[in-house]
């Protein structure tokens, strides 16, 4: 019986083996092969299978096993600073975050998981910092994204990290473009990735991107409460006043504060929705107001 290595798999000759009757036997040859095959697969050869390997086979087997070693050990360290990395996040450590996701990137370059960590971990790390060292952390950011959708291009979460980043650097332009793309991979969720858009357009004080955002979150998901409701704020910049000295309310406002309240009508927006929408129609308030009353929370990404 003569083995021979083929990329890295022991492989036996189709011969066959005769038994002790002159019968050729098949069924026999196939077992062999495979208990060989696994045993040097292995690195556990029995004496037996060993005599019947060749000098090259024998080093082709000490070759990867060596290999094996190699690539297990590499396993071990990148598990371990990817396992470091998720617990000092747990903890809100995110410049030991960095370091261990950083650590997982070198050891090996082609993971997708370690380079969305990663962002992740400099996206939150920039929130703890001002001026250049921010924007050095956010470029980061968004340096680490873009590496993870290159390797994994289908993965809606990723767009999404990614153009909430972007967002946060004032690059909307881009910023929509990846949501838009989380929403066409993930047509289920595409609400609230338009959602989390117009956030970042209110938050950055930019209200008619963030009504098209809206717009597009409630066309996406009619019953998603909270972007109709922030659709219908959006709306109020457009507000204007009658001739008759009443409020009028731009097209689609009045419309969205009573889906908001049909849908969640204990929600955390329904107080003001229910207070904008008895201002609609109603003469303009000219008596004094006080400056100090509670104002609207702005929405947050979700």
Same mark, same amino acid.
């Given at each position: 019986?003569?083995?021979?290595?083929?990329?890295?798999?022991?492989?036996?000759?189709?011969?066959?083996?005769?038994?002790?009757?002159?019968?050729?036997?098949?069924?026999?040859?196939?077992?062999?092969?495979?208990?060989?095959?696994?045993?040097?697969?292995?690195?556990?050869?029995?004496?037996?299978?060993?005599?019947?390997?060749?000098?090259?086979?024998?080093?082709?087997?000490?070759?990867?096993?060596?290999?094996?070693?190699? *690539?297990?050990?590499? /396993?071990?360290?990148?598990? $371990? =600073?990817?396992?470091?990395?998720?617990? !000092?996040?747990? &903890? %809100?450590?995110?410049?030991?975050?960095?370091?261990?996701?950083?650590?997982?990137?070198?050891?090996?370059?082609?993971?997708?998981?370690?380079?969305?960590?990663?962002?992740?971990?400099?996206?939150?790390?920039?929130?703890?910092?001002?001026?250049?060292?921010?924007?050095?952390?956010?470029?980061?950011?968004?340096?680490?994204?873009?590496?993870?959708?290159?390797?994994?291009?289908?993965?809606?979460?990723?767009?999404?990290?990614?153009?909430?980043?972007?967002?946060?650097?004032?690059?909307?332009?881009?910023?929509?473009?990846?949501?838009?793309?989380?929403?066409?991979?993930?047509?289920?969720?595409?609400?609230?990735?338009?959602?989390?858009?117009?956030?970042?357009?209110?938050?950055?004080?930019?209200?008619?991107?963030?009504?098209?955002?809206?717009?597009? *979150?409630?066309?996406? /998901?009619?019953?998603?409460? $909270? =972007?109709?409701?922030?659709?219908?704020? !959006?709306?109020? &910049? %457009?507000?204007?006043?009658?001739?008759?000295?009443?409020?009028?309310?731009?097209?689609?406002?009045?419309?969205?504060?009573?889906?908001?309240?049909?849908?969640?009508?204990?929600?955390?927006?329904?107080?003001?929705?229910?207070?904008?929408?008895?201002?609609?129609?109603?003469?303009?308030?000219?008596?004094?107001?006080?400056?100090?009353?509670?104002?609207?929370?702005?929405?947050?990404?979700?």
């Amino acid at each position: 019986m003569r083995m021979k290595r083929l990329l890295g798999i022991v492989t036996l000759s189709a011969s066959g083996f005769i038994d002790s009757n002159g019968n050729f036997d098949l069924k026999a040859s196939a077992a062999q092969a495979a208990s060989a095959q696994q045993a040097a697969a292995s690195g556990n050869l029995t004496q037996e299978q060993e005599r019947g390997l060749t000098k090259e086979q024998k080093e082709a087997l000490e070759k990867q096993s060596k290999e094996n070693a190699a *690539a297990m050990a590499k /396993n071990k360290a990148l598990n $371990d =600073a990817f396992n470091a990395g998720k617990e !000092a996040m747990t &903890a %809100k450590n995110y410049d030991a975050a960095v370091e261990n996701f950083q650590k997982g990137a070198e050891i090996d370059p082609n993971q997708n998981v370690i380079w969305a960590n990663l962002g992740d971990a400099y996206s939150e790390q920039a929130k703890t910092k001002t001026g250049a060292d921010q924007q050095a952390a956010l470029d980061k950011a968004t340096e680490s994204y873009a590496k993870a959708i290159a390797l994994k291009p289908d993965n809606p979460a990723y767009h999404n990290n990614y153009a909430l980043t972007l967002a946060r650097a004032k690059k909307f332009d881009e910023a929509q473009a990846e949501l838009n793309k989380a929403a066409q991979l993930d047509p289920p969720n595409a609400g609230r990735y338009y959602y989390n858009l117009g956030a970042l357009y209110v938050n950055g004080g930019q209200s008619a991107p963030a009504e098209e955002a809206f717009k597009k *979150a409630i066309e996406a /998901n009619p019953d998603y409460a $909270d =972007a109709q409701y922030q659709y219908a704020t !959006a709306l109020s &910049a %457009k507000l204007a006043i009658g001739a008759d000295g009443k409020m009028v309310a731009p097209p689609g406002m009045k419309e969205a504060l009573e889906k908001y309240l049909a849908l969640a009508p204990t929600g955390q927006y329904a107080d003001a929705a229910k207070a904008l929408l008895e201002q609609l129609g109603a003469t303009v308030q000219t008596t004094y107001q006080n400056p100090d009353a509670k104002k609207k929370a702005p929405p947050k990404t979700k």
